[in-house]
């Protein structure tokens, strides 16, 4: 659950800072067969179709110098948070912390990224990592060893992003 708010704050975020952006996001998830309206009012899968397509659309879209992101998280809460794409390290690292302080008041950045991939993946006990690399596939891969070393098989991506203009 946890993560579906999380979700449905980034997506809104994404819609609410730039119209043209948000026109392009949006016709690019709905050729993919997306439902929007239904995503906003419902949340969205991490492991749904349409989260597969968001970084493909993001990238497709994202034609500016916002290439800085951020990852925060709170080791005695389990909070997280993953920043939207920004044009400076501190507004990506306060936006990380926003989200990540919703859940839980001990929350650090722990990880700060330029012109790269993020992913966050969760596991049993309460487990929480993350990756940073080049592609999304290989951050979510980062991700996923790291928690597999703490948690076994039970771990998922939750959410992943590419900072690139």
Known sequence: ?????????????????????????SACLQEHGCDLEHEAQQGVDPGSTCMMFHDDCSSQCHHSEESYGAVAYGKSSGAWGMSGSFDNKKAAADDALAYCHEHGNDCKVVLE??????????????????????????AQDLALQACAKKAGNSCEIQLWHCYYP
């Open 1 to 25: 659950m946890k993560a579906r708010v999380f979700l449905m704050m980034v997506m809104s975020a994404m819609f609410l800072t730039a119209p043209a952006f948000a026109d392009c996001m």
């Open 113 to 138: 990224l330029y012109e790269s991939c993020a992913a966050v993946a969760e596991g049993d006990n309460d487990t929480v990592t993350w990756g940073k690399e080049a592609t999304a596939a290989e």
